[in-house]
């Protein structure tokens, strides 16, 4: 099992950047792959980023060239973090971290963004 902890949310004006977080902890050696959801009020929690264990990463359209997945092992923790660049109003959302582990799915608490216009 895993411990997913995100942080980095904020507010943010169009045109900026955010980066967030998502600590795992536990047995990270049987991660698959991590990646990036985000879901706006009255909506379907949408797909944004993945990123396998030997680092392959695949974006949704709408964030390719905006957004970059990255991870970092270290300490007997991984990280994953989520680069967002020129932020858009439609951005705004409750961000989640999905971490695909040998025992199952699980989803970080979420973290809120808002991008101001």
């Known amino acids: 099992q895993v411990q997913l902890v995100e942080s980095g949310g904020g507010l943010v004006q169009t045109g900026g950047s955010l980066r967030l977080s998502c600590t795992a902890s536990g047995s990270i050696f049987n991660i698959n792959q991590m990646g990036w959801y985000r879901q706006a009020p009255g909506k379907q929690r949408d797909f944004l980023a993945t990123?396998?264990?030997?680092?392959?990463?695949?974006?949704a359209d709408s964030v390719k060239g905006r957004f970059s997945i990255s991870r970092d092992n270290a300490r007997g923790k991984s990280t994953l973090y989520l680069q967002m660049n020129s932020l858009k109003p439609e951005d705004t959302a409750v961000y989640y971290c999905l971490c695909s582990h040998v025992s199952g799915d699980y989803w970080g608490q979420g973290t809120q963004v808002t991008v101001s216009s």
């Open positions: 990123i396998t264990s030997g680092g392959g990463t695949y974006y």
